[in-house]
């Protein structure tokens, strides 16, 4: 059964600051992805990573993958206070119906 | 183009009482899903529906039932709600083989 585990479950940072939140799941999955959900809102897809190795860059946000270690991160760049939310990985659930299986979420608040 | 519409937005049941919970989606994906979110928890799939005519459990299927009624429309209902099933509720659509979802805007269910 796929487990997935993010962490932190809470990020407090100050603006301009990095940090790098971590996604790992139990079973191999080659499909990997991240959603942004800002409160009372539904959740809109970040990021689509569909091979080991694969990265994706946004703005202040980059995400990689390694399948390998069965890890997604979720690196933040500078962070601005427009990017306090919370954050889910899900992963791919492979069989013979795909689904996808979320992490616990990382609320990020981002202080002045 | 309206994505994923979901009805009713919240909600207010008493204990026994049941409901459904509507879901449509304009984007003519085959696989449609019903997750809860619960605060620490994350999102947990409860019911999905990988095309018309199909349905299988997810991870917290336990007080649920759906109906997959044609390829649009996918609802779920409580036969008998329980307080544990105070949650926001959560519709989302997927391309047949592409599990990158899209989410409906939630329904708040609160049963006292």
């Known amino acids: 059964e796929l487990k997935v585990e993010q962490n932190p479950l809470f990020l407090s940072m100050q603006e301009g600051k990095n940090y790098t939140i971590y996604c790992n799941y139990s079973?191999?999955?080659?499909?990997l992805y991240w959603y942004r959900q800002d409160p009372g809102k539904s959740l809109e897809s970040l990021f689509v990573?569909?091979?080991?190795?694969a990265v994706k860059q946004e703005g202040r946000l980059m995400a990689s993958l390694d399948t390998k270690a069965r890890l997604s991160t979720l690196h933040i760049t500078a962070a601005v206070h427009d990017l306090s939310a919370t954050y889910f990985c899900?992963?791919?659930?492979?069989?013979?119906?795909?689904?996808?299986?979320f992490g616990t979420g990382t609320l990020l608040a981002v202080q002045p | 183009n309206a994505g994923v519409t979901q009805t009713p937005k919240f909600q207010v049941l008493k204990t026994g009482q049941s409901m459904t919970l509507q879901c449509a989606q304009d984007?003519?994906?085959?696989?449609m899903y019903w997750y809860r979110q619960d605060p620490g928890m994350g999102l947990r799939l409860i019911y999905y529906?990988?095309?018309?005519?199909?349905?299988d459990k997810g991870e917290v299927p336990n007080g649920y039932n759906v109906s997959r009624l044609n390829k649009r429309e996918f609802s779920l209902r409580l036969e008998s709600a329980a307080p544990s099933q105070t949650s926001v509720y959560f519709c989302?659509?997927?391309?047949?083989?592409?599990?990158?979802?899209?989410f409906g805007q939630g329904t708040r269910l609160t049963v006292v």
């Open positions: 989302a659509s997927s391309e047949q083989g592409w599990t990158e979802a899209f």
């Open positions: 079973t191999t999955s080659d499909r």
């Open positions: 990573l569909l091979s080991n190795g």
């Open positions: 899900a992963v791919e659930d492979g069989g013979a119906t795909n689904k996808l299986i």
């Open positions: 984007m003519n994906h085959n696989s």
């Open positions: 529906s990988a095309s018309e005519g199909t349905t």
